[in-house]
Antibody, heavy 118, light 111 residues
Framework: EVQLVESGGALVQPGGSLRLACTAS????????MIWVRQAPGKGLQYVSG????????YYANSVKGRFTISRDNSKNTLYLQMGSLRAEDMAVYYC???????????WGQGTLVTVSS | QSVLTQPPSVSGAPGQRVTISCTGS?????????VHWYQQLPGTAPKLLIY???NRPSGVPDRFSGSKSGTSASLAITGLQAEDEADYYC???????????FGGGTKLTVL
């Protein structure tokens, strides 16, 4: 059974940093591109960042470019999102998702909440 | 302001048919990129509902169908059931933004 479990969400002050992790199981992690999607309270889904199977290619939404870094460790079946210079507008539930061969997001984690507040 | 435009809400009685539109532009849907649809039940993570414009993953009832034409796509739900009450999102790729884009989401209410 495919499972994605996010962790690392917390309360952080504006300007602070946080690292999220997404641990995968039930499939060959290294064979799939992965992405992060976030959802602010009461709002819609927003693409954050994506990474290729090897980690050699990374992609970012303009709103997080230069502040967030996506990475993966295929030996640990884990996806990461290093977030820096956090702002109030970064407050959201962050989901990791698997990218299927059709480029759809076929499996999602349960999400981890990031709260940015002083 | 989402790149893909969806109606904020739709509603229908049990057994009825509803459609949810997703309007894009020449840099996303109109450029030939596939549209995918997700269902998000209250308090849960999104779930893939339709992929590649009109394909259903295993386990998704055939009451759900998708289509695409020009710069728009649609999700149709027939035989509405109470458990269909959820938020629905379309998603595609945008060449000018070089990334995935989502619609703003549509809340379906089953009357």
């Amino acid at each position: 059974e495919v499972q994605l479990v996010e962790s690392g969400g917390a309360l952080v002050q504006p300007g602070g940093s946080l690292r999220l992790a997404c641990t995968a199981s039930g499939f060959t992690f290294s064979s799939y591109a992965m992405i992060w999607v976030r959802q602010a309270p009461g709002k819609g889904l927003q693409y954050v960042s994506g990474i290729s199977t090897s980690g050699g290619s990374t992609y970012y939404a303009n709103s997080v470019k230069g502040r967030f870094t996506i990475s993966r460790d295929n030996s640990k079946n884990t996806l990461y999102l290093q977030m820096g210079s956090l702002r109030a507008e970064d407050m959201a539930v962050y989901y990791c998702a698997r990218v299927d061969p059709n480029s759809a997001l076929d499996y999602w984690g349960q999400g981890t909440l990031v709260t940015v507040s002083s | 302001q989402s790149v893909l435009t969806q109606p904020p809400s739709v509603s229908g009685a049990p057994g009825q048919r509803v459609t949810i539109s997703c309007t894009g532009s020449s840099s996303n849907i109109g450029a030939g990129y596939d549209v995918h649809w997700y269902q998000q039940l209250p308090g849960t993570a999104p779930k893939l509902l339709i992929y590649g414009n009109s394909n259903r993953p295993s386990g998704v009832p055939d009451r759900f169908s998708g289509s695409k034409s020009g710069t728009s796509a649609s999700l149709a739900i027939t035989g509405l059931q109470a458990e269909d009450e959820a938020d629905y999102y379309c998603q595609s790729h945008d060449s000018s933004l070089s990334g995935r884009v989502f619609g703003g989401g549509t809340k379906l209410t089953v009357l």
